[in-house]
Each structure stands twice: as structure tokens, then as C-alpha cells.
């Protein structure tokens, strides 16, 4: 897990400096900026969207999307086993600024709350006998539990797909989030803390030049501790967490 954030913050360091990166004073382009004069500049990562006049039949209000600023979506979550896709259900809501400095950057927040079953995100430590570890609580996997995550994180956008198919209403993202954790155990009746990573990977349409809708996946990860209990250490009442889940999800630049 570790050498993946590695080599994505890696990767996103490279597409930060890349060549065509657009200057301050490029950021807004006239139309004809963008198809005539460096279309191969311009259009690298972005594209020109419009809008379906349904009146007429036609399109119109072109817009480029390295002009876009400030994105918001909210996202329905499965389990990433498709399987028992009902063992993780969720909703995650999330907004993303785009980075003056590096315009394929973007830097934002989420809130997320996943009910689960506790073998579809953790599972037992070994059996105790020592009373109030967590080698005591022998838990059934289909306990109920929620998980709540807030966290900031950063993220790129790009059209790698372009290389393979061409479109130009299609884009792909990565970002990754550090989460603050609470886990509501049902079993023992007790609420865990702690901290996490998200690690997330979506294909978006645009339907027009404002809203997009798409799906991701998210890898999370995460480390959360209850109270203790008669003096108990920092490992007997811990629990590590790890879900993979699927999301589809809608919304809109501005």
C-alpha cells in the first residue's frame, strides 16, 4: 500500500510539471484561441463542451473546460465485491477546488458514512482470554457497523483514454484523502477513533458543460482505537480497517 500512494503522489508530481502546462494569463482562452491557434496545447487534458440547445437541435454555448473552478459531486457506495455488493452501502459527498498554481491539480474535501458488516471492512484478533481485549470480543461477521470519514486530500485530472479511444467528453481522476475515522461497533456497543487513507479512481462523463456523472473506485485504509477498558494497552483495544468499494456518482463544475 505504501510503495501505491508513493508512486501515484510520484505521478502526480510529473503531471504537475508538465510542458504544456497553460499559463496564468492562457487560463481563459477565446473559442478561437482554442481550436485554431494551439489546439494541441489547449486540449491535451481538456476539451470544448457544449450544451444541446433542445429548442433548435444543435449545440451551442461552447465552454472549455481548463476554465472550470470549483467541482461538487455526491457518490452512492457499493462493496467492491461483486458478490456482496450489499455489504457496504454508503453515501460520500465531496468538493474539489482546482489549484491556481498547478491547473491539473485540485485539492478538496469529503465526507463519507458507510453501514457495513464488520468481516467486509476488518476482522477478529486473536482469541483471548484476557478479558476486555480485543482478543475477547469474538464479533459474528455480519455485525452491523458505520463508518463515518471526513478528510482533505488532492487529486488530477487527465484523459488517458484518449490514447486508446477518442472522445472528448470523457475524463478520468485520482486523488487520494486523509481521513479522520469513527467506527461505530454494534457488538460491544462502542465507538473506535482514529485515521485513514482513501485512495480513489473514477471515469466521468460530461452530459454537458456543467454536470458530469461517472463511477470510481475507492481503496480505503484506516487505524482506530476505543477507550480503554481496566488499563488496557493501545493494542488491545485497536482495530485496523480496509474496504474496497464502488461508487457511481453525479455532479457539477462551476
Given amino acids: 500500500m505504501k510503495a501505491l500512494l508513493l508512486s501515484l503522489f510520484l505521478s502526480l508530481n510529473v503531471f504537475a510539471a508538465d510542458p504544456f502546462e497553460l499559463t496564468e494569463d492562457e487560463l481563459n482562452p477565446e473559442s478561437q484561441e482554442v481550436l485554431i491557434k494551439k489546439p494541441e496545447k489547449y486540449l491535451r487534458h481538456e476539451s470544448m463542451i457544449y450544451d444541446l440547445n433542445t429548442n433548435l437541435g444543435i449545440k451551442d454555448q461552447r465552454r472549455f473546460t481548463g476554465g472550470d473552478r470549483n467541482r461538487f459531486s455526491l457518490a452512492g457506495h457499493v462493496s467492491g465485491d461483486y458478490e456482496h455488493l450489499r455489504d457496504i452501502l454508503g453515501i460520500e459527498a465531496n468538493y474539489m477546488r ?29 482469541a483471548s482470554a484476557q478479558t476486555g481485549s480485543e482478543g475477547s470480543f469474538q464479533r459474528p461477521g455480519n455485525v452491523d457497523n458505520n463508518v463515518l470519514g471526513i478528510g482533505l486530500g ?64 475507492s481503496y480505503n485504509v484506516a487505524s482506530v482505537t476505543r477507550s480503554a477498558i481496566a488499563g488496557e494497552k493501545k493494542s488491545d483495544r485497536s482495530l485496523s480497517l480496509g474496504w474496497l468499494s464502488f461508487a457511481f456518482e453525479l455532479g457539477f463544475f462551476y
Fill in 98 to 126: 482546482r489549484s491556481t498554481r498547478y491547473h491539473q491539480m485540485w485539492y478538496g474535501a469529503q465526507i463519507f458514512r458507510h453501514k457495513t458488516y464488520f468481516d467486509a471492512i476488518s476482522q477478529n484478533q486473536t
Fill in 154 to 217: 488532492v487529486g488530477y485530472r487527465f484523459k488517458l483514454l484518449l490514447d486508446f479511444y477518442p472522445t472528448e467528453d470523457v475524463f478520468e481522476s485520482v486523488d487520494v484523502f486523509v481521513n479522520a475515522i469513527q467506527l461505530d461497533e454494534t457488538f460491544i456497543d462502542e465507538t473506535y477513533k482514529g485515521y485513514g487513507l482513501s485512495a480513489n479512481y473514477g471515469i466521468h462523463k460530461r452530459t454537458s458543460t456543467s454536470y458530469f456523472y461517472g463511477g470510481k473506485f
